[in-house]
């Protein structure tokens, strides 16, 4: 199984990567959805006969056959798993249709992207297209051309959110029926379980966050003020918030400037995961794909040590960050290869892999607070950071609405787009000041993200691991010349164990622990009034 993993692997990479680089060119990926559809109809008894091994009987096939220890956690989940497990047949049969019952709702999602004439606007002496340079228009310097990207984007995403919302509707719906099969309340559900996580301590996860939803709101209000204050008008709008404060902007990178920062942040990760990482991003080694162009995919993904594609690079801090997080992933991949053979062994909970790679995202502020001169560049650098800190609520907006609207589905409470629309509003509100004033618009805020589609389930991974990342970046600044060889054992690790293990023997993370946020929200804390400080 080992190496048929690696080999669909790498057949997944590359219908990845031509799908990224143009959408329509969806016949490699899915012919590897079909070829992976195959091998696991065709290896999915391994499943039912692992439904009657017991723990005992394990450990003693173990004693025998040592070469079988490098397995063990895997034999272990799959003993976990037996009571969802379900006869050879079924399991043949929902591994066959996968893709014709959960794939097409994401190929009718960029579709129906592709072939919607988002607005164009003149600024600058050029044509931006609203969807695709929407970031970019959002950090203009003209006010006028903020706000008619912002509403001509909207308005766009209104224009087809019935037929977004119908394919996010089906892909709930039959995700929901087969979680049904295998004895979970729905699909979400299964997934915390997948994770090694219950609802119960989501839930708690999101009552601690919800507790500190001042702190973030206050953040809000303090930003809306200094933006009344430096563009001179009564009241910051929603179209404002992207926009660099007047002499504190970011600086702006080529792409070799971008890639080389990145290899001097991470350079303290110790010599293997330089060196790794070099590799990765020398042009020479045309791994690289960070050109925009009509027609792309949105975003930025990395493969092991297949290559990075970015929707379009423009030189911004975030662009480079979005380089240092990704990479993060493809060197995950890439140490757990040199450790242990072979790729089944990084698969895990995206909360753990996503957590390194925001690890490196504060890596990289590191570095350019210790290294920047310019004291308006590094203020800026801090703010970029504060603000870094309070994108958690963000995450758990978004992650939130995911989870409520497949529990809605479920019930019945959401049968079109207007349930999905109720459900954005339903999450957005309580978190973020904005959806009161604008929740028209914002009630197709969830159609921003193709994760829901392209990764279902995925977006709680990104509020633990933001977590997960911040204690690590704290453990890195109370000892950095230990800190890098313990943190990068665990990573080149994979997954030996559940990962509340992994954290615990590596680096003394206690994730149950429930004071484990109070630190996290005492730096944010720090943070926020050492800006207001020097406000």
């Given amino acids: 199984q080992k190496e048929a993993v690696d ?25 590897y959805e079909r070829l992976k559809a195959e091998a696991d109809a065709r290896t999915s008894f391994v499943k039912v006969e692992l439904k009657s091994l017991e723990e005992k009987v394990l450990n003693a096939f173990l004693n025998q056959q040592p070469p079988l220890v490098k397995y063990q956690f895997i034999l272990e989940d799959a003993i976990r798993r037996a009571p969802h497990t379900l006869s050879a047949r079924e399991e043949s049969a929902l591994s066959t249709l996968g893709p014709d019952l959960t794939s097409w709702q994401q190929a009718l999602f960029y579709k129906t992207m592709g072939r919607t004439k988002f607005p164009t606007i003149r600024a600058e002496g050029k044509v931006w297209d609203v969807r695709r340079d929407f970031d970019a ?103 404002d918030m992207d926009r660099p404060a ?19 942040a991470l350079s303290v990760l110790g010599p293997e995961y330089t060196s790794e990482l070099g590799k990765l991003l020398d042009p020479a080694n045309g791994r690289l794909d960070i050109v925009g162009g009509p027609g792309r995919m949105q975003g930025a993904f990395c493969e092991a040590n297949f290559g990075f594609f970015m929707d379009g690079y423009e030189g911004y801090l975030g662009n480079v960050s979005t380089l240092a997080h990704e990479a993060g992933h493809a060197l995950h991949a890439q140490l757990v290869l040199n450790h242990r053979g072979g790729q089944i062994f990084h698969e895990g909970p995206g909360y753990m892999t996503e957590s390194f790679s925001m690890m490196n995202e504060w890596l990289l502020r590191d570095h350019l607070l210790r290294t920047v001169q310019d ?34 589905v479920a019930s019945g409470q959401i049968t079109d787009e207007t349930g999905f629309a109720q459900a954005c509003l339903d999450t957005g509100q309580p978190y973020d000041l904005f959806f009161d004033r604008y929740p028209k618009m914002l009630s197709v805020h969830w159609m921003r993200k193709q994760h829901y589609f392209t990764n279902p389930t995925y977006y709680l991974n990104y509020v633990i691991a933001h977590l997960l990342a911040l204690k690590y970046y704290q453990l890195y600044l109370d000892d950095p010349a230990g800190f890098p060889a313990r943190y990068t054992a665990m990573v080149a690790a994979g ?41």
């Fill in 7 to 31: 080999v669909l692997y790498r057949l997944y990479a590359y219908g990845e990567f031509r799908e990224a680089i143009d959408t329509k060119d969806r016949v490699p990926y899915e012919t």
């Fill in 137 to 239: 228009l959002m950090q203009n310097p003209d006010r006028s051309v903020r706000e008619k990207a912002f509403r001509d984007y909207y308005a766009s995403l209104q224009s087809i959110q019935d037929l977004v919302g119908f394919g996010l509707l089906q892909l709930m719906r039959a995700s929901n029926t087969e979680a049904r099969m295998r004895g979970f309340d729905n699909r979400y559900n299964e997934s915390l379980f997948d994770r090694y996580l219950t609802r119960a301590q989501v839930d708690n996860l999101y009552a601690q966050m919800e507790a500190r939803l001042p702190l973030y709101q206050d953040y809000q209000r303090f930003r809306m003020s200094e933006v009344q204050r430096e563009l001179k008008v009564p009241q910051a709008e929603i179209w």
């Fill in 246 to 264: 007047p002499g504190a902007e970011l600086p702006r990178y080529t792409a070799s400037g971008g890639t080389q920062l990145v290899r001097d």
């Fill in 375 to 408: 004291e308006a560049v590094k203020e800026a650098i801090r703010r970029d950071a504060l603000n870094e800190m309070m994108y958690l609520w963000e995450l758990a907006r978004r992650a939130k609405f995911e989870m409520v609207s497949y529990d809605r």
């Fill in 495 to 535: 997954f030996e164990k559940a990962p509340s293990a992994l954290l615990k023997d590596h680096l003394g993370i206690d994730i149950g622990d429930p004071k484990l946020l109070e630190g996290t929200f005492a730096l944010i804390q720090t943070r926020f009034d050492e800006v207001k400080s020097r406000n």
